[in-house]
């Protein structure tokens, strides 16, 4: 028989686990959803009957139950989201919160808990009045003291988790517009700061695009009930970057300042070009297109846009070892079939870009083709909408999507 007292553990000091005093520990969890008809992040919490006051849902730890397995549990139980409701959604430990005074009760460990849910599974739960949605800055005057940290806890969790993918948790399902997953990503960014703006649709587009984080299908949102011409359709890539910085995920950046327009001498061209440390290539193109042509730039910070004229839509972009050529769909798809070096990318209906990299420019016939096409970029541009009037320019071309945000 094996000796009872040898099986009981003692630490150093001789003391058995049941010599030191031990909290009780409970889990609190919040349920955050997406409001996408007001734009907005909200937080699921419950109305207690032995107090009167609201709180996120949770429970006490039962003997041989798991962390999750009490989160479950206490869903079901506080707020009456079953397993369907969960099925899919991805519960995640945020963290513990030990304030020994945290709860009036008693001396209670909290294992903070965040489960992200569609909308649509949250509604069948609102109907009774004792559960309902907040939305995330106005979270105050919970119960236990410390439950609007766990709030903004899941708030930063879930801001993080989408500043590096589209749509985490899915709550967009599985094929999606640029519009739609746009407007989700703002709605968990939540409020921009003052002085701030938010980049465009367009300037999103492309990070998710160029990123490799979305991927096109052959369907449209024809059939979805959305107004106005139906919209190209995107899935998540399978295999993503693994920390990309999105703009217009964690949108804000400082408010854009009037264009500065230059018409530059040789000498400033010279200047400009080395401030945005422009390759050899690019800049014996931009000479020789300067040398025959009135040429009108802005200096942004991470590039130079080319017009033809003060306020005119811009017909390229100059990058350091790029120059991206604003063409009509026609004229792109020309340009990417003659020329397997270039990369053509839609940015909007009416306004393509023909990526041409600095290494390309080694060939003369990538060169000619494009010193063609910006000529056609620029003819392009003076027959544009005048910058900020809003209307359509001669041609009848909108300005829709040409200057990047």
């Not at 009872?4 to 005093?21: H, I, K, N």
């Not at 209307?391 to 009848?396: E, F, M, N």
Request: proline share 7%.
């Amino acid at each position: 028989m094996v000796d009872e007292e040898r099986a009981v553990y003692r630490d150093s000091s001789g003391r058995t686990l049941e010599d030191y005093p031990r909290p009780s520990v409970a889990v609190d969890t919040a349920v955050l959803t997406v409001d996408r008809v007001d734009g907005r992040l909200e937080v699921l919490q419950h109305h207690r009957d032995d107090d009167g006051e609201w709180a996120l849902p949770g429970t006490f730890l039962h003997r041989g139950e798991t962390l999750e397995q009490a989160v479950r549990r206490s869903l079901a139980a506080k707020v009456g989201l079953a397993e369907g409701a969960l099925r899919g959604v991805h519960i995640q430990q945020l963290r513990v919160f030990d304030e020994p005074a945290r709860d009036p009760r008693g001396w209670v460990l909290s294992v903070a808990h965040l489960a992200v849910v569609p909308r649509s599974r949250l509604e069948p739960v609102l109907a009774d009045g004792r559960v309902r949605l907040q939305p995330v800055d106005d979270v105050r005057g919970l119960t236990f003291v410390d439950h609007p940290a766990i709030v903004r806890a899941a708030v930063d969790h879930v801001r993080r988790q989408y500043a590096v993918r589209p749509d985490p948790a899915r709550l967009l399902g599985d094929d999606f517009s640029i519009k739609e997953l746009y407007d989700l990503h703002a709605a968990v960014a939540g409020p921009v700061d003052p002085g701030t703006q938010r980049p465009s649709i367009d300037t999103f587009r492309r990070y998710m695009t160029q990123g490799g984080l979305i991927t096109r299908t052959e369907g449209t949102t024809e059939g979805r009930g959305v107004m106005g011409a139906p919209a190209q359709l995107y899935r998540r890539a399978g295999d993503v970057a693994s920390e990309i910085a999105l703009v217009g995920v964690r949108p804000t950046r400082p408010t854009r300042t009037p264009s500065r327009w230059l018409a530059p001498s040789p000498e400033e061209w010279g200047l400009l070009l080395d401030k945005h440390s422009v390759r050899p290539a690019l800049r014996t193109l931009l000479a020789k297109l300067a040398a025959r042509t009135r040429l009108v730039a802005t200096d942004r910070p991470s590039y130079v846009t080319l017009h033809p004229a003060e306020d005119r839509p811009v017909a390229a972009y100059v990058h350091a070892h790029r120059i991206s050529i604003v063409l009509d769909p026609a004229d792109a798809r020309t340009f990417g079939a003659e020329d397997a070096a270039v990369r053509v990318e839609q940015v909007s209906a009416r306004s393509w870009h023909v990526h041409v990299p600095d290494a390309a420019l080694g060939e003369k016939a990538t060169r000619r083709r494009a010193r063609s096409y910006l000529h056609r970029a620029l003819d392009r541009s003076a027959a544009g909408t005048a910058k900020g009037s809003g209307g359509s320019g001669a041609g009848g071309r909108a300005r829709a999507g040409w200057d990047p945000r």
